[in-house]
Nanobody
Framework: QVHLVESGGGLVQAGGSLRLSCAASGRTFSSYAMGWFRQTPGKEREFVAGISSSGDSTYYADSVKGRFTISRDNAKNMVYLQMNSLKREDTAIYHC?????????????????WGQGTQVTVSS
């Protein structure tokens, strides 16, 4: 099993920045495309950002384009989400997820492994 652990969440003022990290176990991290999703109580799970296995392609939800940046360091088995210009509506639990063989996808059911999540709260 691939184990994913998120960190870096917290409380931030609107307009501020936060950097989330996702640490992956295993020896095949470089073969997985990675994604970030967020979940708010009472709402559907929402795709935020995705990155290809090599890191050469990224894709973002319209709501975060220009503000968030996904990146990865395969040598360290890490994926990151840099969040700038945060808004109150960005408040959610953020999960990283891994999927193999399909490249970037926005569809949650196509991801094979999920982290436990980290809370991001934006005040305004």
């Amino acid at each position: 099993q691939v184990h994913l652990v998120e960190s870096g969440g917290g409380l931030v003022q609107a307009g501020g920045s936060l950097r989330l990290s996702c640490a992956a176990s295993g020896r095949t991290f470089s073969s997985y495309a990675m994604g970030w999703f967020r979940q708010t109580p009472g709402k559907e799970r929402e795709f935020v950002a995705g990155i290809s296995s090599s890191g050469d392609s990224t894709y973002y939800a319209d709501s975060v384009k220009g503000r968030f940046t996904i990146s990865r360091d395969n040598a360290k088995n890490m994926v990151y989400l840099q969040m700038n210009s945060l808004k109150r509506e960005d408040t959610a639990i953020y999960h990283c997820a891994a999927q193999g063989g399909r490249g970037i996808t926005t569809l949650a059911f196509r991801y094979d492994y999920w982290g436990q999540g980290t809370q991001v709260t934006v005040s305004s």
